[in-house]
């Protein structure tokens, strides 16, 4: 896959113009009916949305500091987005009314970081060594235990299928890219395995 992000500024700043027009579109989405079939209105909300679009920054990325600048910037434009944008749509629509969400605002830059550093770490499965296969494991496990997380829910509530149609297609595209690149498949289908079990049992659905 071509390193389309570099170092440089104007790769951040495409990357962050990324982010504000991802941002805003999620936050029209966000106005969708809620709890219906598709949950549209949900699209950002869940991890996997998140876990999809920063592991292709990182397969796009020239260098680790590269991946953890660009997930950073992505993440805040997106946020900037799209608590500025309901700011901006309520002076003319009053369906849009709420205001700057500063509070809000402040917690997800700063959840930024940690998803940046993520980021970071993750770029060295680009190594030639065994621990590639645990790091390549690591986003693909995480789309996996969401996937059963919604398939459960979905069976209950019949809502959220955009969310598990996108992990399952996320999860099976990132699972089979990854089994060409990893140092050693069998380390690779261990870690998956337990990653997945990891991230279902601790993270709070």
Known sequence: MDKVLTHSTKSYIK???VGTLVGGICRLADYF?????WSFSSIQTLLGFWIITNTIIVLLSASNICAGISSFLYM?????SFYGLQAILEMFIPLFSGGFRFSLFVLFTVLSIPCAIAAFILY???KDCVFNSILYAL???ALIAETIAIFIYFQTHHTFLFQLLM????AV???LMFWNRVKSRKIYIIALIISSLAFYFI???
């Open 173 to 175: 595209v990132f699972l």
């Open 15 to 17: 990357i962050f113009l």
């Open 33 to 37: 009916p809620a709890d219906t079939l």
């Open 76 to 80: 805040f434009g997106m946020t900037l």
């Open 203 to 205: 993270f709070p659905w």
């Open 124 to 126: 060295y499965w680009n």
């Open 139 to 141: 986003p693909v496990g």
């Open 167 to 170: 992990d399952i297609v996320g």
